[in-house]
Structures are given as structure tokens and as C-alpha cells.
């Protein structure tokens, strides 16, 4: 089942992550179909589509918030796919939430704290908030929507997962700069966490090393950053609405 | 362990610069007075009538602890307080009533309260009822404010058994009116809530708001009342109620406005869990009943 990889590297490398014929209902609505995608260990993967192509459908799927209604999640070789939540995060899943929740009464250090984390401050500094300003804010509506992306961000890198999933973390943060993103999902990096990058932002799939491209819940197309990102410019050139059939018949060139 | 341990054991503390009574059924265990307030109580068969004043101009750094237990099983006991913060007086009190065995307890509180012009007093109500879900408690509180009003009951630890809380503020010119209520209901604790502010002095603000879960088979009933009587007031009424298992929570705000200057708004919600939050905190490793715990421990904080 191991892909073949353009990477010359590829092929030695492990899946830490693997999708087979992942399937997701909606209220009765087919959202994610048939979906196969493997991602490499320490690696930075880009999930690239346009805007309700199913990038947080396949998100959830993998943290386990929505159930397969088809196929099999594997995670470091176990099938993880009837595994609770909480079970996939124990493992070692971490997702930063694309519209992060409020919290009435809790406090940012108690939600960075959550599971034992004992980084907090570090994790905070990490996505430039001071830990003295913000520790002891409460998690609700007093904080901006940029404030809790990034508190979003800092509770994945707080977790030390191995498997990090950050569901368009540059939406939202209105004075976020590509660099500071990249900075932090580099440092993830070097930990050795593999990153799942979601976005609808080519210029952010840049800076993945591996990439797939959905595309109205069909995986169109899997493989090095450059192609993907090139076919995704294509056919957003090509395709009013991002329907399958109409990017099926786009030939990479 | 006598009342005054446990409540030495709680962290109040009863210290020679500090203004308490302690009181165990009908029975006045220990009180002292501090300079600037007055503090008449005296026995009577059921409980006992207290009547305290905070005099002009006196700031109290320290807060003045009310202990209202009753020790035993079974009892009955009916507080009667009238409670007068005078001219730009500033008091904290901290009413502690515990109930730890209770089987058969019965408490009435009837409170007269009056905060005049200039003066701040924050009345924090606070309540441990043990585990045996058998306290029958009674807040009625009736308040007069001009200053500065800001209460908070919460009843949180062990059981609840039954609630009646029956508050009343009349909110004069300028005066600043909170009402904060939270209680955890269990088992098959019934919680009724009535709390009005009546907004009828000209500038008069006040908040309404209520924390309450239930779970299990507990009940709650909730009705926070508003009424906008005089120009540029301001109220708002802001309840959440969390219900889990076969517990039933109803929720009634009622806003009045009598006159074209007044506002009053309100919100209100009121279900199970909130998905997003479980999900949120299952992710980072919760179990769902962790995840709830947690969430519920927010609302009411
Ligand atoms: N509960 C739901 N019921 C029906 N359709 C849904 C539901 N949730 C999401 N969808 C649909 O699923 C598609 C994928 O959504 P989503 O995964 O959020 O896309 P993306 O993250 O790529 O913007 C969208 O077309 C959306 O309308
Ligand atoms: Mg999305």
C-alpha cells in the first residue's frame, strides 16, 4: 500500500498517517468520498482546496469528531478509525480548530494545560503572546478572534503531539505575517511533529514539503508542494465551482 | 467537630479585627464586633433576629462573616436580619451557611436589606448542604438600593435538596444593582429562582445572572425579572443554564420597560452541553465526562 513517491526520499519514509477510502456523511449528504491519502513522518503535509471542498470535514474525520461512514484511518500503523477522541489524542493527534470555542470561566493556562501540559509559557511565546498579558484571561468572548487562533495554536504546540493538524491557521489572524506561521510550524518541525497544513491559500501550501489537493470531497491530487500547488492554481483558473467533474478532466501539465 | 471548627477548617477566618457571628440552629455560638458597624442579635425559639449597621463613611477592609450552620440532622432555622449600610459605607459580608449533615434541615432566611446613597456593600451568600440532598433552604431577601449592590449566591458543593430563592431589589437613582446566582443541582434537588430588580430611579443599572446545571433527575426553574421604571436606566438579564441526563431546567426572563428612556435587554440559553466545547476538550484528551466537568466547573466559577 506504500505510496510511490516523487521525493527520492519518499519511499524510505514512514506513513505516520494513512486514509484509506475515507468516506463522511453529513445529515445524509456525501462529503468526504472515497478518500486515500498517506502522510509522512516529520514531514509538513499541505491539504490545499477552495472553500467548502471538505479540508475540516477530512480534519474531524482524522480527530475523530466525525465518524467514517466508509474506510479506515490508520495512525503509526493502528486502525484508529472506531477509536474516541480522546483516544486519538492520547496517541498523540492534535487538532488547532479552524473557529476556535469559547470558554465561559476557564482560563488560557488551564485550556494549555489541559492533558498535563507543563510548556505553557513557552507554547504562548511560540505564537507571540506574552505569557504575563495572557495566562490569566478568560477563554470567552473578551478575547479578539486573531487572540484565539493563536491560543489555538499554542494548545497543539503545548501538547507536544506527534501528529498535528492545523485547520487554516492563517484564517482569522488579521495581523499574522506568513513568516511568524512559518516560524512556528517550522519549529514544529524540528521537534519532529508532522504537520497536517489545511488551507485555501497556495502561497501557505508553499511551505509544505508534501501536498494533496481536494476538491469537493474527492482527492484530486497527492504529491510534491509544487505540482500540487500548480494544479490547484489551474484549476481555480479553470473551475467556477470546484465541481469534480469539471477537474477531472484538467491534465497536469 | 463543632460548627466553629468547621468553619476555622473552611479557611473563615473568626480573628479578634474580624467582625462575625456564628450561629448553630437557633444558638449563638461566637461573635465579635469591630469598630464602625453594630450588631444586635438575639435567640429567638426558631433562629434568630439580627440587625446590623454599617455606619456613615466607614470603609471595613476586612469582610464581615456571617456563619449560619446548623449542625444537626434535623432542625429548623429562621434568620431574621435587617441589614443597613449607611452613607458611603463600604462592606463586604460573607454569609457561610452550612447544613454538612443534613437530613431534615429547614432554613429560612428573611432579609431586609438597605444600601443608602454613596455606599457599596457586596453580600456573598455562600452554601455547603452535605451530601444527603435533605436541606429545605429559603433566601428572601428584600433590598432597598441607592449605592452600590452586589450579591452572590452560590451553592455549588454536595446537594442542593430544595431551593427557593426570592430576591427583590427596588434600585433607586444612580444606584449600580448585581445579582449573581449559581448552583449545581443533583440527584433530585429542585432549584426555583425568582429574582426582580426594579429599575426606578434615573440612571439606575443592574445585572441579572444566573448560572444553574442540572443533571440526574434534578429540577430548576428560573425567573429573573426586570422592569425599567425611570429614564436612562439600564438592565440586563443574562442566564445559562446547562441540563444533562433526565434534569429539566425552564428559564423565564421577564423584561418590562414603563418608560421610553429605560432599556432593558436580556439573554438566555439554556441545553445540553455545547458540542463544540466536549469536542474542543476531548481533543486535547478529555473523556466526556472530564470534558463536562470542566466545562460546567467554568460556567459556574
Ligand atoms: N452538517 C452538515 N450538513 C450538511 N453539509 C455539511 C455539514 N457540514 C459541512 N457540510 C458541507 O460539507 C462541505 C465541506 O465543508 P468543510 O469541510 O467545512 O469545507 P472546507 O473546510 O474545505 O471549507 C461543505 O460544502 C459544507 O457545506
Ligand atoms: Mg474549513
Redesign the interface.
Known sequence: MQENTQGKEGSFMVDILKLINVEVERNGKRILKGISLSIKKGMIHALLGPNGSGKSTLAFAIMGVYKLSKGNVYFEGKDISRKPIYERARLGISMAWQSPATFEGLTVKEYLSIGGNANVEEALRMVNLDPARYLDRVMDSSLSGGERKRIELASVVAMKPKLAILDEPDSGIDFVTLDELMRVISDLKKEGITVLLITHREEVARIADRASLICDGYLVKSGNTWEVTKFFRKMCGRCKYGRYSEVKGIEPS | MSLVDIYRSLGVTLDKGIAYLVVDGNEILKANEVRGISMEKEETREGIDLRLVIKEGIKLKEPIHLCFGVSKERAVQKIHAEIIAERDSHACLLAHCIFPKAKEVHHVMDGNLLIEKGAELSYEEIHWHGEEGGADVFPRLRTRNLGDFRSTFSLLRGRVGRLGIDYLVEAGERSVTEIITKVYGKGNDEIRIKEGVSLNGAYARSVIKSRIAVRDRAFSDVVSITEGNAPYVRGHVDG?EIVQGEAIAKATPIVKVNHEKAKVTHEAAIGSV?R??L??????????KE?ID??I?????
Open positions: 445559562t455545547d463544540k466545547q469536542e474542543t476538550l476531548m481533543a486535547k484528551g478529555l473523556e466526556e470534558a470542566v466545562i466547573k467554568g460556567m459556574l466559577r
